[in-house]
């Protein structure tokens, strides 16, 4: 049978791309993915070539099994990007917007006509006066690692002499953050998601509440322009997490996030249109979806891995105390502090659903017992 629908080649195979497998069958297109082994989230349930993304023939030799190529994470080097890219394969987003995600000087520079927190790379505490400071890693953090908060110039040196070469960052004392979820594609169309405000422990996002409970409307609709404006002036295709700090009624640009993210899982059950769904529409250069909010409030609550291992179990309790409540077990190892699951809860009022949300992050981390 010859098929009309397209291959979305996506490099990575972890719960973003497993999460793409139920839109991708819905639409009846194909999805093959990169995967580093069979057993990975995504790779337990979907078509999957096993190989290094690091690895340029590797990667050349998938993507001749696709219509377009696209991204779960940002560790593939840019120059097996660039490779694809100059042998003529699709790849979305380009090297040439996927950088920004990938390092973060080359994203301030880029960015620097947009709010954003004053920042400089620097090789020496030399001449650096103003502290506390936040340091971050150029390229390869993620969760809070490779961001560090700075108190001297001791400190900084230290650092400096361990990791090299780092951007350090003028420290914003916020008063909450908010990721936009924003899609375009290669035609221009562009849409955005409510904000959504992330809730943040140790450097880990544990629970996002949407629309962002305290941000008017006007900073509400500011915050989804820059978004579209940024996604524009770096011709971004597929979707894009941009984390902001919201401080008073300023907003300032933290990072950009080129792929669905964990701020947009809210949209699985809470919008019309998933990210998941969009960023296939997007890279497939469809026309986008309706981006509305299917309840008036998305509470999500990420669940860490303790040292609890039957994750199944939990379901007894937590789906009859409360049967609006929708579970994705991302089926990873259950390591102390892993993302390996989330839960949403729709409904009025962000304190309930983010109380009710709570409750059952707590029971299953074994915190709690009722
Ligand atoms: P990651 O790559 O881990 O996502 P981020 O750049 O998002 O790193 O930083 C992680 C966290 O560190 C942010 O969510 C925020 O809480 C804090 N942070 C980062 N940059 C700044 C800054 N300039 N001022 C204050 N806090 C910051």
Same mark, same amino acid.
């Given at each position: 049978?010859?098929?009309?629908?397209?291959?979305?080649?996506?490099?990575?195979?972890? /719960?973003?791309?497993?999460?793409?497998?139920?839109?991708?069958? &819905?639409?009846?297109?194909?999805?093959?993915?990169?995967? /580093?082994?069979?057993?990975?989230?995504?790779?337990?349930?979907?078509?999957?070539?096993?190989?290094?993304?690091?690895?340029?023939?590797?990667?050349?030799?998938?993507?001749?099994?696709?219509?377009?190529?696209?991204?779960?994470?940002?560790?593939?080097?840019?120059?097996?990007?660039?490779?694809?890219?100059?042998?003529?394969?699709?790849?979305?987003?380009?090297?040439?917007?996927?950088?920004?995600?990938?390092?973060?000087?080359?994203?301030?520079?880029?960015?620097?006509?947009?709010?954003?927190?004053?920042?400089?790379?620097?090789?020496?505490?030399?001449?650096?006066?103003?502290?506390?400071?936040?340091?971050?890693?150029?390229?390869?953090?993620?969760? $809070?690692?490779?961001?560090?908060?700075?108190?001297?110039?001791?400190?900084?040196?230290?650092?400096?002499?361990?990791?090299?070469?780092?951007?350090?960052?003028?420290?914003?004392?916020?008063?909450?953050?908010?990721?936009?979820?924003?899609?375009?594609?290669?035609? $221009? /169309?562009?849409?955005?998601?409510?904000?959504?405000?992330?809730?943040?422990?140790? $450097?880990?996002?544990?629970?996002?509440?949407?629309?962002?409970?305290?941000?008017?409307?006007?900073?509400?609709?500011?915050?989804?322009?820059?978004?579209?404006?940024?996604?524009?002036?770096?011709?971004?295709?597929?979707?894009?997490?941009?984390?902001?700090?919201?401080? &008073?009624?300023?907003?300032?640009?933290?990072?950009?996030?080129?792929?669905?993210?964990?701020?947009?899982?809210?949209?699985?059950?809470?919008?019309?249109?998933?990210?998941?769904?969009?960023?296939?529409?997007?890279?497939?250069? *469809?026309?986008?979806?309706?981006?509305?909010?299917?309840?008036?409030?998305?509470?999500?609550?990420?669940?860490? $891995?303790?040292?609890?291992?039957?994750?199944?179990?939990?379901?007894?309790?937590?789906?009859?105390?409360?049967?609006? *409540?929708?579970?994705?077990?991302?089926?990873?190892?259950?390591?102390?502090?892993?993302?390996?699951?989330?839960?949403? *809860?729709?409904?009025?009022?962000?304190?309930?659903?983010?109380?009710?949300?709570?409750?059952?992050?707590?029971?299953?981390?074994?915190?709690? &017992?009722?």
């Amino acid at each position: 049978m010859s098929d009309s629908f397209p291959t979305v080649g996506i490099i990575g195979a972890g /719960q973003l791309a497993r999460m793409s497998v139920a839109p991708a069958i &819905d639409l009846g297109i194909n999805l093959l993915l990169l995967a /580093q082994s069979s057993n990975e989230s995504a790779a337990q349930i979907a078509n999957h070539v096993v190989g290094d993304y690091a690895d340029v023939d590797t990667v050349l030799e998938f993507a001749k099994r696709c219509d377009v190529v696209t991204f779960e994470h940002e560790l593939i080097p840019l120059s097996v990007v660039k490779a694809l890219e100059a042998v003529g394969v699709v790849v979305r987003p380009s090297s040439s917007a996927f950088i920004y995600s990938q390092d973060k000087a080359q994203m301030r520079q880029r960015l620097s006509n947009f709010p954003s927190p004053k920042s400089s790379v620097v090789t020496t505490a030399l001449g650096i006066t103003e502290y506390p400071l936040i340091a971050k890693a150029i390229s390869g953090g993620y969760d $809070g690692r490779g961001v560090w908060k700075i108190n001297s110039e001791k400190e900084l040196s230290a650092l400096i002499a361990e990791v090299g070469k780092v951007l350090i960052e003028e420290l914003v004392e916020f008063d909450y953050e908010i990721a936009v979820m924003v899609a375009r594609s290669p035609h $221009g /169309q562009a849409s955005t998601w409510a904000p959504t405000q992330t809730v943040q422990v140790d $450097g880990i996002c544990t629970m996002t509440l949407t629309p962002a409970p305290q941000l008017d409307q006007e900073m509400s609709t500011k915050a989804q322009k820059l978004a579209l404006d940024i996604a524009q002036e770096i011709s971004l295709i597929g979707v894009m997490a941009v984390e902001m700090f919201v401080k &008073d009624d300023q907003l300032f640009i933290n990072e950009l996030a080129m792929r669905p993210h964990n701020s947009g899982h809210w949209t699985i059950e809470g919008s019309v249109t998933s990210q998941f769904e969009q960023h296939l529409r997007a890279v497939l250069d *469809l026309p986008l979806g309706d981006t509305s909010m299917s309840a008036p409030v998305a509470v999500m609550g990420n669940i860490l $891995g303790s040292s609890k291992t039957d994750m199944y179990r939990p379901y007894l309790h937590l789906m009859a105390r409360n049967p609006g *409540l929708k579970f994705h077990h991302y089926k990873k190892d259950v390591r102390p502090g892993r993302k390996i699951g989330h839960v949403t *809860l729709l409904g009025n009022d962000a304190v309930e659903l983010s109380h009710e949300v709570q409750h059952a992050l707590d029971y299953m981390s074994g915190e709690i &017992d009722e």
